[in-house]
């Protein structure tokens, strides 16, 4: 059985540079010095730390738990002792945010895993499960895979699909995963089928991973269809993906759900798999190491790796006018900081020479490749002309905020304009407007609720006199009623009590 | 508002296409004609090139000065030079220098650079060079090719004198009428096109001549086309509509209207498809607004040419399509995914 294939408009063929990497198998590195783990490296609010600095961990052992519905737990991956818990750079960009920090003894002492989930377990037991043991999205977005598990208890889910659609270049994490644990993946894609009671589930691998796709389909049966989709590039966005399986589209500024399906990645299925039958929290995963480093390839990395470590690993000695992306090139972010860790998002470091300066750019032409490309189908060069001008409404009303950020129309820009800069610049201007206006109708309120106060407060002599009696009246009443309650309950007391001749007559007196 | 180039954010990946290279892509493909051009007029095809790129860098150089714009990297970007050489194809081969210099301080000072410069010229400067220069400058614009087979182009010497202006034109024998403006002359003169077909004036497809000069730039076309720096919609379009509405009069009455392949192989139709009415910066840049526009140029073609008072069309017909192209592109915007239909 075959996918079905609905096109979606747009989409551009990229240079893959995915046999740099997937052609060995992945590899386990050495354990780095120490781990560092963010409370917040997924979508939701920040982990509550649970352990204290001193305090010696085992692999497996939860540092970290959720204060909210949408948030994550973290475990430690090996044994060690809390080193801190403290400020420290995190990966995108210039920014540092709360870490814990484990120094690596190197005695791997574990927990004890959890008993498996029963066969006929519920789907509140597998959401239940996927909340003790961390499990968030792994395909990027780090959305709480509980959260969409319970999206599909509450409403019809027509479709899952488990994206191992990696359509990025260089890299082969899921690739590898995929040819490695196709058992999990597809055993993990079984339970989550099974949690929300979907109706059809779709396994999809771009047309040029043979190797991933034949190895799940020895695993797949009539419950479960793998196939492939064409390699063009964002072919594994989530709106694509879900346009290209179901020729049903997820609506403007609206969840998959909407549109009857749940996706979750194949790194994902594999960590529900180990959570639901192995009984481990999610600890580590695969992460491509690639472009100009010694031995490209992918690792089995301990979540809170620091990328420094893999890429010492990989043979890089740091030399000359690179740039460390994690990430892939059309999305990825440049590092700043090579001391961050590895987080359950992270899924590909590739080093590459910096940008040229030459790379300057020129006066758009306006010749519509962006247009033709944009895989939401935008005017992206209207939405670069407004931006540029500042006209954010305009650039709203163009749908701004429809635009995922694949960089395609960049890709394909002859005048090498950074598009995606723009538009990012232009949603945090909108974004930072509407938080102006918030905080100023707050003040206005806050204002206004003053003036009231103050003109109440004039007026205050008068109601003085009129309120006050009302008031001890109703302390009255309540003194009256609480004495009334205080009676009854004596009296039921009274009644529960075996008849006692002594004291008939005081209860009957009172 | 101000972004980084290049290294800081997303993509790092890039195709290798530059502006320039589109330019130079241009221009290759446009060899095939000027080759075929010099083969059927002579040197002056030649010379008139030479000259409208040598008019054209100088003057583009004095304007980016003006503007304070560095001459590197916007004077090699190529944009003059596919200016110059489009321009250069469409003047009559045996102009006088100064007709080029008139039309191209046009085209680049007033089209280009005064509304902005590159990418933002609201028409093609080439077409509103060209058609500047015919509005004003009609007869010496006629300086065009042999009417009969008995003659041979004029040689490099011959042309040289007319380019400096040392021969009046035009002159019986080498400049007069395209097979264009022929048969519409003949035509209105209530002549039957059976009659006239037969002249030696007539080729294969269209013009003795600009016939083969359309297939160069037809074959030149779809080297674009396949590269990938021009898309199928417009030239698609255009050539559709003109061939179609050219039928529909054919069949009507074969005798009062050319036949359609004369209309797609002869004056500028297939320059205009290919190289003109396909610049991107005048153009609607959805796919539906190109169908449309390249739909709305086919049709003035026919029209100007049939009924029209100029023998040739599409400069006329590209430009007036270009003042419309922003609207159309407004109104043919695709439905975004996800967006309620």
């Known amino acids: 059985m075959t996918l079905p294939q609905h096109a979606w408009g747009g989409g551009v063929r990229v240079p893959r540079h995915k046999n740099l990497s997937n052609t060995g198998a992945s590899r386990v590195p050495p354990l780095p010095a120490r781990l560092i783990y963010p409370l917040r490296s997924h979508i939701g609010t920040a982990a509550r730390p649970i352990i204290k600095p001193g305090d010696r961990v085992l692999r497996g052992q939860c540092l970290a738990q959720p204060d909210t519905y949408v948030s994550q737990a973290l475990h430690a991956a090996t044994s060690g002792v809390v080193r801190d818990i403290g400020d420290f750079p995190v990966a995108p960009g210039d920014i540092t945010a709360t870490c814990i920090v484990i120094e690596v003894d190197g005695e791997g002492r574990s927990v004890d895993p959890w008993p498996p989930l029963s066969a006929d ?35 019809t889910v027509q479709t ?194 910096a940008a040229r300066v030459s790379m300057m750019s020129m006066p758009c032409i306006r010749c519509g490749e962006c247009l033709r490309v944009c895989p939401v189908q935008l005017n992206a060069r209207a939405l670069y002309e407004y931006a540029r001008a500042g006209d954010l409404d305009a650039a709203q009303d163009l749908h701004l905020f429809d635009c995922i950020e694949c960089g395609a129309c960049a890709y394909v820009c002859p005048s090498h304009i950074p598009l995606v800069s723009y538009y990012r610049q232009a949603k945090a201007g909108i974004a930072a407007t509407e938080r102006r206006q918030q905080t100023a109708a707050e003040n206005r309120r806050r204002y206004e609720r003053h003036e009231q106060r103050l003109a109440a407060d004039q007026t205050a002599p008068e109601t003085a006199e009129s309120a006050s009696p009302a008031g001890t009246m109703d302390k009255e009443a309540m003194r009256a009623e609480i004495t009334a309650a205080v009676e009854r309950v004596r009296a039921k007391r009274a009644a529960n009590e075996p ?12 | 508002m101000t972004a980084t180039s290049g290294g800081a954010g997303s993509p790092h990946l890039h195709q290798p296409a530059s502006v320039a290279l589109v330019m130079r892509q241009v221009l290759m493909a446009i060899i095939p004609m000027l080759v075929v051009m010099f083969y059927c007029y002579g040197p002056g095809v030649i010379l008139q090139w ?54 191209l301080v046009f ?25 500047f220069l015919l509005l004003c400058f009609p007869v010496a614009m006629k300086a065009w090719a042999p009417i009969d087979a008995g003659h041979t182009a004029p040689g490099w010497i011959e042309s040289l004198i007319r380019f400096v202006g040392g021969a009046p034109s035009p002159v019986d024998g080498y400049s007069g009428a395209t097979v264009l403006e022929y048969t519409r002359t003949q035509l209105r003169a209530m002549k039957m096109m059976s009659e006239i077909g037969s002249q030696p004036i007539y080729g294969l497809l269209g013009d003795r001549n600009a016939q083969w000069v359309n297939v160069a730039a037809f074959v030149g076309g779809l080297w674009l086309l396949r590269i990938g720096v021009i898309r199928w919609q417009i030239p698609a ?59 709305a140029v086919g049709l003035l073609i026919y029209l100007i040419r049939t009924f029209g008072n100029y023998p040739d069309g599409v400069a006329f017909a590209v430009l007036i399509m270009n003042g419309a192209a922003p609207f159309i592109e407004r109104h043919t915007q695709p439905r975004i995914l996800g967006a309620r239909s």
């Open chain 1, 121 to 155: 377990a519920d789907g509140d037991a597998i959401q239940r499960r996927l909340v003790e043991a961390g499990v968030i999205g792994m395909g990027g977005a780090g959305f709480p895979s509980h959260v969409k598990v319970r999206e599909g208890l509450t409403r």
């Open chain 1, 160 to 353: 899952l699909i488990i994206n191992g659609v990696e359509c990025e270049p260089y890299i082969t994490c899921d690739d590898r995963l995929m040819r490695e644990h196709a058992t999990g993946i597809v055993a993990g894609a079984r339970w989550l089928k099974r949690a929300v009671n979907a109706g059809e589930c779709f396994i999809a691998v771009e047309e040029d991973m043979p190797e991933a796709l034949a190895a799940l389909q020895s695993h797949a049966g009539e419950d479960v269809t793998v196939g492939s989709v064409p390699a063009i590039y964002p072919a594994g966005g989530e709106k694509q993906l879900i346009k290209m399986l179901t020729g049903r589209e997820v609506p403007s500024k609206g969840l998959p759900i909407q549109a009857g399906v749940l996706m979750h990645n194949v790194a994902t299925a594999q960590a529900v798999y180990q959570a639901v039958v192995e009984g481990r929290p999610l600890m580590s995963r695969y992460v491509t190491v690639t472009g100009s480093v010694q031995q490209p390839g992918n690792w089995q990395a301990l979540l809170g790796t620091p990328v420094s470590h893999l890429l010492q690993q990989s043979g890089w000695g740091g030399y000359g006018k690179q740039q460390v992306i994690m990430g892939g090139p059309m999305m990825g972010m440049a590092l700043s900081h090579l001391e961050v860790p590895v987080t359950k998002v992270t899924n590909c470091l590739l080093v590459q020479e």
């Open chain 1, 499 to 510: 008849p006692d001749p002594t004291n008939g007559g005081e209860s009957g007196a009172a």
């Open chain 2, 50 to 103: 030479l000259w409208a790129l040598l008019v054209a860098h100088a003057c583009e150089a004095l304007l980016l000065r003006w503007r304070g714009l560095p001459l590197q990297p916007h004077l090699s970007d190529g944009s003059a030079a596919v200016t110059a050489t489009i321009f250069a194809l469409a003047m009559p081969p045996w102009a006088p220098w100064w007709l080029t210099v008139m039309g």
């Open chain 2, 107 to 131: 085209a680049l000072a007033l089209v280009k650079h005064a509304y902005g410069g590159l990418g933002h010229n609201l028409f093609n400067p080439a077409m509103a060079g060209y058609v």
């Open chain 2, 237 to 295: 379009a255009l050539l559709s509509a003109l061939f179609i509405i050219a039928t529909v009069f054919h069949l009507a009455d074969g005798d009062r209207y050319a036949p359609p392949l004369l209309h797609l192989f002869s004056g500028a139709t297939m320059l205009g498809a290919f190289f003109v009415a396909t610049d991107p910066v005048s153009a609607p840049g959805t796919q539906r607004g190109r169908l449309l526009f390249g739909i």
